[in-house]
Structure formats: C-alpha cells, structure tokens
Nanobody, 124 residues
Framework: QVELVESGGGLVQAGGSLRLSCVARGATFIRYAMGWFRQAPGKEREFVASIEKNGDSARYADSVKDRFTISRDNAKNTVLLQMNSLKPENAAVYSC?????????????????WGQGTQVTVSS
C-alpha cells in the first residue's frame, strides 16, 4: 500500500515563500513521476507542477512558472515544491500524487495515488 504524506503548508503573507514536502511510503519511489495539484474551495482541482522519475525534466502550470520549483530526492522518497512570491490566489489545499505510466502528466486522472493534502493560506 502506497502512502503519500504532505507537510509544509501554513499561513504566509503575500510575497512570501513556503516549501511543501511529500514523502512516499510503501512504494518504489523512482518508478513514479510525481505531481503537485491544488484545489481551492468551489474550484476544480488544478495542476501545479510535475517531475519525471529521474528528476531530469519538470513541467509547470503557466500561472506558477518562474515562482514555483519542483524537485525530488529519490534517496529520501521525497518530492518538494518551493513556492516563492506567493499570491492570495495561490491559496488552496495542495496535494502530491504519483503516476506510473507517464512522465508527469498535467491531468489529475492520470495519477495512481494521492496524499491527503496540506493547506496553504496566503494573506493579502
């Protein structure tokens, strides 16, 4: 059974930074591309960033390019999301997810397992 556990969320002022962490347990981590998605109240789940298995390639939503950075440490079964210059509209529950078949899809339906999420709140 695969478990993903996110941490690092919290309250930050606009313009501030947070670093989210997601640790995988019970999986051969390097087999999976990893993604971060977010969902705000009343809104659809939204792709944020993904990284392929070896960490050589990443993709980002246009809205977070140049502000967010995804990375992974396969030795620690961990994927990180560094978020800089946060905006109030970035507030959401952020979840990490693992994908076996592709190399970091932007479509949430392509992911095989999910964490519970961590809340990010950005004050203006």
């Amino acid at each position: 059974q695969v478990e993903l556990v996110e941490s690092g969320g919290g309250l930050v002022q606009a313009g501030g930074s947070l670093r989210l962490s997601c640790v995988a347990r019970g999986a051969t981590f390097i087999r999976y591309a990893m993604g971060w998605f977010r969902q705000a109240p009343g809104k659809e789940r939204e792709f944020v960033a993904s990284i392929e298995k070896n960490g050589d390639s990443a993709r980002y939503a246009d809205s977070v390019k140049d502000r967010f950075t995804i990375s992974r440490d396969n030795a620690k079964n961990t994927v990180l999301l560094q978020m800089n210059s946060l905006k109030p509209e970035n507030a959401a529950v952020y979840s990490c997810a693992g994908e076996l078949e592709r190399s970091g899809s932007s479509q949430h339906i392509d992911y095989d397992f999910w964490g519970q999420g961590t809340q990010v709140t950005v004050s203006s």
